[in-house]
């Protein structure tokens, strides 16, 4: 089974690594400027690929990215309709994006910011403190990465409610909500808002003002979807009303942030380099051969997407 590496962002060989020898018996791996047009070719691992990248396959059945995230593969110009896209489905990465979340909303409900800004101006000074009960936290999203923040936080002890676009199977400790109008409800009662949307042509500027003037007042947005989903500006001005205490991004409109970008030198902005968590090279490589054993056996590979929704 012969699989080309396709990417305009990362070297993808490099990033496998020792995986390559372990799966080298089962795939041929090859590199997209070096394949040719080549009908050898059934699969691809691939992100954010040029737009050209799969005319010269014609027997390509299955694309798979490295991560969870496959927005651009989705609006790829030359991936054909009857070519599977999938997605990786990672528990380390979920736990790691858990991780992260946590992190941020503890750092929020104990203001840590306000003591860093203490530490520089060298003040011994304590602060009320609160019980995690006291604060809910509102997710959107709650596929296999929000529900590994749910569970995470509900073991912290913080009240969690979950949205998605239909209705989930309930959840233990977890108040859900699906369709607009409970997402709107939800929002009502949020303190710490979540975003671990897919991109999709439903969620492109989904964040905007409407949006943070429904979180409670002081509330803190922690942003690792996408950034297409964020209108900038109105997040902006939702920080600069008091109507958001802070932010936590880790995804933006335009990647890396340019250098001009306010949110660099915004008071109540955390800023990270869009690494809340990744899919690990083992989890990926796995992936190939479930790929591999599912077109040899003629079977669809599981966790394709349906490319109607764009996840």
Known sequence: MRCVLVSTRMDLRKFLGSELARISGRIEVVDHRDSGTDADVRMALAWHPPADAFERYPNLQAVSSTGAGVDSIVTCPSIRPG??????????????????????????????????????????????????????????????????????????????????????PAAAQVKTFHGRDGMMEMLGETEVLVSLLPLTAETVGILDRRVFASVRCGGYLIQVGRGEHTVEDDLLAALDSGQLSGAALDVFNTEPLPKESPFWRHPNVVVTPHDACDASPRAVADMLLSIADALQAGTRPANTVDRARGY
């Open 83 to 168: 070519v599977d896209i999938i997605r990786v489905v990672d528990p380390a990465q979920a736990q790691m994006m858990a991780g992260f979340v946590a992190f941020h909303v503890i750092a929020h409900q104990r203001r840590f910011a306000t003591f860093q800004t203490q530490q520089r101006e060298q003040l011994w000074r304590t602060l009320p403190q609160r019980a995690a009960s006291s604060m809910p936290v509102g997710l959107l999203g709650f596929g296999a990465m929000g529900q590994a923040v749910a569970a995470t936080l509900v073991s912290l002890g913080f009240p969690v409610m979950a949205w998605s676009r239909t209705a989930k």
